[in-house]
């Protein structure tokens, strides 16, 4: 009776499995067939007419590396991002295993980064990025709060290494030493300065910064910095990344760059783009690029900075590599904007940096985009 009832138990559980299985392909059949009606009467081709390809090495100045202080980099991830998915992620972005790290040291990360940049046939170079940390009351990093930290001395040491990579340095203007940190990343060259406020707690509108401010100006050094919902870390005060409190940088003549023309966040009830966009024409000296703005989180936020007039002359190409090398970033994310075949072709390219292009030319990224930044960091190439 045992054997039988057993028996039994197995057949409906079998039963309900392929019942399942038969409902999820009717739903995922509707989904098509949904989506293919909606193809026919909403696509609407590229965001802009299509320009010819841009045929010079393009610049990349939006580059991110990492490490967990494997070989003496003095990196390190924090206990909770690296226990969080992202981080698994991220590291296959890379093309590396945590073992293989361990054993060769976070520079094996610079290595993969510099060698798969070097097969770019579109890509010829790229500012990689550090990353400082969160500065206590006392002047001191505070590694506790800290979600990664990457050193000026370690990027800026192995990117002497390969000649397609440049340094960019990290200098938190809450550290007692900032005005010396930042003379030292220029005289290592260093071509700007990247800040992530919302989780290196900067509030770039605190008065008490306009020593760094100078600083930055006499040195002319572009400040990178993030503003807009923040997502790729475990936490993040968003409201230190509004674009709004960068006016005090730029009104004493700070050469800034809004990462990501400040796609996805609000504050005051407004988007934070639109709180950028209504910057543009008051600051000559306020740009933007468009690193990770093909995202599958950003919908419509590409097509609205290359439709906004205000924004002419403004934008930089960037990437953000390594999140162009996730599933985050698809062709197939745009089925009202590409045809089968572009999607198809765009998602064939191997190379991450070559797909990333190819994307948002066929998305109407422009040849101006695309050679702003070897022109705004005088790259000779």
Request: hydrophobic content about 40%; overall charge neutral; proline content about 5%.
């Amino acid at each position: 009776m045992t054997d039988i009832s057993q028996v039994e138990k197995s057949e409906k559980w079998k039963g309900r499995f392929w019942r399942w299985i038969k409902f999820i392909s009717k739903l995922t059949a509707i989904a098509i067939v949904l989506l293919l009606i909606l193809r026919e009467l909403f696509f609407s081709g590229s965001y802009l007419p299509t320009e010819q390809s841009y045929e010079k090495p393009i610049f990349d100045m939006h580059c991110h590396t990492a490490g967990i202080g494997a070989g003496g980099s003095g990196c390190f991830v924090s206990k909770e991002l690296k226990n969080n998915f992202r981080f698994r992620v991220y590291l296959k972005a890379f093309g590396v295993t945590l073992p293989e790290v361990e054993a060769k040291g976070d520079r094996i990360l610079m290595e993969r980064l510099a060698s798969r940049l070097r097969d770019s046939k579109r890509v010829g170079g790229a500012i990689i990025l550090a990353m400082d940390g969160v500065i206590d009351d006392q002047g001191n990093l505070d590694e506790g709060r800290t979600e990664f930290f990457v050193p000026n001395e370690y990027v800026a040491k192995e990117t002497l290494q390969y000649s397609n990579l440049y340094f960019g340095a990290s200098v938190n203007p809450n550290r007692p030493d900032a005005l010396a940190r930042l003379q030292w990343a220029k005289d290592n060259g260093a071509l700007l300065v990247k800040w992530l406020p919302s989780i290196q707690f900067i509030d770039p509108a605190n008065k008490s910064f306009e020593p760094f401010y100078r600083k930055l100006v006499e040195l002319d050094l572009p400040l990178l910095t993030h503003a807009g919902q923040e997502r790729s870390f475990t936490h993040a005060r968003d409201e230190l990344a509004d674009p709004i409190r960068l006016k005090l940088p730029l009104d004493l003549g700070v050469q800034v760059i809004v990462a990501h023309a400040a796609s996805t966040g609000e504050n005051e009830g407004q988007e934070d783009i639109d709180r950028l966009i209504g910057m543009l024409d008051f600051y000559p000296n306020l740009y933007s690029d468009i690193s990770s703005m093909t995202q599958i989180n950003k919908p419509g936020y590409l097509s609205k900075a290359l439709k906004e007039k205000r924004f002419k002359g403004k934008l930089l190409y960037g990437s953000d590599f390594p999140l162009i090398n996730t599933a985050a970033v698809s062709p197939w994310y745009f089925p009202l904007n590409l045809t089968r075949e572009q999607m198809q072709f765009i998602g064939s390219i191997e190379n991450a940096w070559d797909r990333d292009v190819a994307l948002k030319e066929a998305l109407g990224v422009s040849s101006e985009i695309l050679s702003k930044p070897a022109d705004f960091f005088g790259i000779n190439w």
